[in-house]
């Protein structure tokens, strides 16, 4: 237990150990669909969090502000500039 890359690691040695094998024991094509869902949801979250942080905006301003925080103002100032609107 201790600190990690500036994390807080509060887990046990021994739990650790035990989560590392249950993830060992998964077939690859599992422990790919896990990291989808995870990528999946973090992305959900990133998006409600910024719409819910510009509730009068358009979905359209939401998703390039997204963009934005995620990939850079250079990349959402060419999508904004290219005028195409954004999928969800």
Do not use: F, H
Request: hydrophobic share 45%; glycine share 6%.
């Amino acid at each position: 237990m201790g600190i990690i890359c500036g994390v807080v690691d509060d887990t046990s040695p021994k739990v650790q150990a035990l989560v590392a094998n249950m993830l060992a024991a998964l077939s690859p094509a599992r422990r790919m669909a896990m990291v989808r869902d995870l990528t999946s949801a973090t992305i959900g979250w990133s998006r409600r969090a910024v719409r819910d942080a510009m509730p009068d905006a358009s979905q359209q301003e939401v998703l390039l502000r997204w963009v934005a925080v995620t990939y850079g103002d250079d990349i959402a100032d060419r999508l904004r500039t290219e005028g195409r609107p954004l999928g969800t």
